[in-house]
């Protein structure tokens, strides 16, 4: 079954402790991005992956990072998590440009206390 | 810089009644529209999409939308809603290309009620 899987579904953490949301994706997609959603702000996009070792910024970038060492997993990295952070996490993948539907993972709901 | 309006941040509507959600959208070059439906504690799922051709699209579910050009609107609609379309409603538009990048609305709670 083609799909997006994150992990973990919901974290609670505390203020600096690093952490990480991992996300695979199973259809050979070249793109995928990460997305925050906040209530009346819809979903902004955090940063994005146009292929293995290729990363760039969205729009909400800041105490974010990424990687993408394989073209399956880009896993979403908050060094230093502030309560600003706090939100619900998507990540997306898409075939390529001429293909611009996007498929979603199942959301990571993260509180940074 | 591309935008999407969604006016309505709640939709109520009784069951079986039609429904209709409004997407605005502002752009200087052409676009890619999409409908996601995001239900209770889950991801968003692709509805329907504008990509080129026919301005009417149909999705899942038995929804419907229509491109409108000079309206630089991408309006949503059911003619007879079921309890289980109760979610919440984003449309979204993107230019393709190298960023690949959706721009989201702020979403539309359609609440169907019994």
């Known amino acids: 079954e083609a799909q997006v899987t994150q992990n973990p579904r919901y974290l609670i953490t505390v203020t600096g402790k690093k952490l990480t949301v991992t996300c695979s994706q199973n259809m050979n997609h070249e793109y995928m991005s990460w997305y925050r959603q906040d209530p009346g702000l819809g979903l902004r996009q955090i940063y994005y992956?146009?292929?293995?070792?290729?990363?760039d910024k969205g729009d909400v970038p800041e105490g974010y990072k990424v990687s993408r060492k394989e073209k399956r997993n880009f896993p979403l990295i908050l060094e230093s998590p502030s309560p600003n952070q706090t939100s619900l996490y998507f990540c997306?993948?898409?075939?390529?440009?001429?293909?611009?539907?996007?498929?979603f993972g199942q959301g990571t709901r993260l509180t940074v206390v | 810089a591309q935008s999407v309006t969604q006016l309505d941040s709640q939709v109520p509507v009784f069951e079986e009644a039609p429904v209709e959600l409004r997407c605005n959208y502002s752009s200087s070059v052409s676009v890619y529209l999409f409908w996601y439906v995001q239900y209770p504690n889950q991801g968003l799922q692709l509805l329907l999409k504008y990509l080129s051709g026919s301005t009417l699209v149909k999705g899942i579910n038995g929804f419907e939308a229509e491109f409108n050009k000079s309206q630089t609107s991408f309006h949503l609609r059911k003619p007879s809603v079921h309890i289980s379309d109760t979610a919440e409603y984003f449309c979204?538009?993107?230019?393709?290309?190298?960023?690949?990048?959706?721009?989201f609305g702020t979403g539309t709670l359609l609440a169907v009620q019994p």
């Open positions: 992956s146009m292929n293995v070792e290729v990363t």
């Open positions: 979204a538009v993107t230019r393709g290309g190298a960023t690949n990048k959706l721009i």
């Open positions: 997306a993948s898409s075939l390529g440009r001429v293909n611009t539907e996007a498929f």
